[in-house]
């Protein structure tokens, strides 16, 4: 029996009990080392304290996370409409595509810590501009790259039967091109998905506004209130779980659809 043969034949409720008994894991893990040991630094306190925290404190730490989630969500649609836009052009003409794709490369390697704190004063202290900026960025990169490679799988010999059947260019891209390019559309939105979270939070480090969830981990990390800044920390792997499942599901429902 072959590899995937043998995946097959995993139960599908398997995928779902594994992290959860992963999790619970590392949970008793974590209570073993700081409840009982008492071995663990100060600023890593106990998972009871940082829920009471997270319950106590809900109304103000929901209220940052969706000053973060809503500058992630600007950032992933913008940045992936570009996307789509720009990688449709390069796919189309050559000379576009040799001025977009060393330009892409160059902004793939720019640290977001580097760049947040410009954008942020550029654009003010008192404006989200600055932040939804930095999560555009992060999102326009996976998205173009799947895109201009999906928009590329199409074979010739394919494209010929389709012109030979006198289909318009709308019936190619139609019939052809969207549904190889979207499961590539689809892979380059999960991935963004996460990167504008993480992006829209690393700029809540770096000036801007005073709220959103990094901002609110960096006050009380300093402050030395560990348990509170741990709630948020919380707070934001909740944003980057919701992200990540809704085009998670997007995707399988894209992809099933696609190939029906």
């Given amino acids: 029996m072959t590899t995937a043969a043998r995946e097959r034949t995993l139960p599908g409720w398997l995928r779902f009990v594994a992290p959860v008994v992963v999790g619970v894991l590392m949970l008793a893990l974590w209570i073993l080392y700081v409840d009982v040991f008492a071995a663990a630094p100060r600023m890593l306190p106990s998972p009871m304290a940082i829920g009471a925290e997270l319950v106590l404190r ?12 809503t500058n992630a969500l600007i950032g992933l649609v913008v ?4 996307a789509i836009l720009l990688a449709g052009l390069a796919a189309t003409a050559r000379p ?3 001025m977009l794709t060393p330009l892409v490369a160059a902004l793939a390697v720019v640290p977001i810590v580097a760049l947040t704190p410009i954008l942020n004063t550029m654009f ?9 900026a930095v999560a555009t960025i992060a999102a326009f990169i996976p998205v173009f790259v799947n895109v201009l490679r999906g928009l590329r799988q199409t074979r010739p010999v394919h494209r010929d039967v389709l012109r030979a059947s006198a289909a318009t260019s709308a019936q190619t891209f139609r019939l052809l091109t969207l549904p190889t390019a979207l499961p590539y559309l689809m892979t380059g939105l999960r991935i963004a998905a996460s990167l504008a979270v993480i992006a829209a939070l690393v700029a809540e ?26 709630a948020y920390v919380v707070g934001g792997i909740l944003i980057g779980l919701v992200f990540f499942l ?12 696609s190939s029906v």
Avoid: C, N
């Avoid at 809900?58 to 989630?69: G, N």
């Avoid at 940045?79 to 570009?82: A, Y």
């Fill in 58 to 69: 809900w109304d103000i730490i929901f209220e940052d996370m969706l000053v973060t989630a």
């Fill in 79 to 82: 940045g992936s409409l570009f």
């Fill in 96 to 98: 576009i595509d040799g």
């Fill in 124 to 132: 003010g202290a008192s404006s989200q501009f600055g932040r939804i």
């Fill in 205 to 230: 480090y770096f000036g801007g506004p005073a709220d959103g969830i990094g901002t609110a981990i960096a006050t009380y990390a300093k402050s030395g209130r560990a348990a509170l800044a741990w």
């Fill in 246 to 257: 809704v085009t998670s599901l997007l995707e399988r429902l894209v992809t099933r659809h």
